[in-house]
């Protein structure tokens, strides 16, 4: 499990306590990304690796740097040299074909329905499973969501209902193909057109899932600005290739 963070106080221990319930022995990795409140130190308090830059470096940079930690750690547990016993989580987390589950900090309560995207993984329906906000929580006028599903279409051909949506869970293999994630927001854009582009399979199911969204007030229009420089920035260096 790999949580982005970023100022998360309020959410982030409901949001690792919900997925310790429904994902019981996986190992819990945030990816903290300058955070100035106590995200940080709740998230150990709840038993996490935290992965933190002490600054701001935009979602994909922190998440970048908590992905790889996790893909390390587990092949390091693989290694014969290891003497100590493992553990339950250790485990599960260097078994072949590993699945790792990526979310936002801000899900709270509700990160206990991702566990059908680590099934639909596990079954071999994908290498890539993408969940599907069931109710469409605060939001702009869409222009921002249009463009990622533009970018999408263009870049790989693959028509999608969530281009942004940061609950994914992948394949070992799938998650070294989009490593390092795009910069800032433009991460999942990104992410899911070097999975297509890849041969990864990806499919998206709808959850009921809640988050802090933003409205539309000056503040969410311009978070949602700057999503679309990102999400701009990203299809242009895919386009490039």
Known sequence: MIVAAHDEAARIGATLAALERAFPGARLWVADDGSRDGTAAIARAAGALVVGSGRVVGKGGAMTAAARAALERSRAERRPEVARAPTVADQRAAAPGAIYVLCDGDLADSAGELAPLADAVRGGEADVAVAVFARRVGGGIGLALAFARWAIRSGCGVQT??????QRALAEHALEHVLPFAHGYGMELGMTIDAVRAGDRLIEI???????????SLAGFAHRARQLIDFARAYARRRAR
């Open 161 to 166: 209902r969530a281009p942004i949506s940061g």
């Open 206 to 216: 709808e959850l009921d899932l809640a988050h802090r969204a933003s409205g539309r």
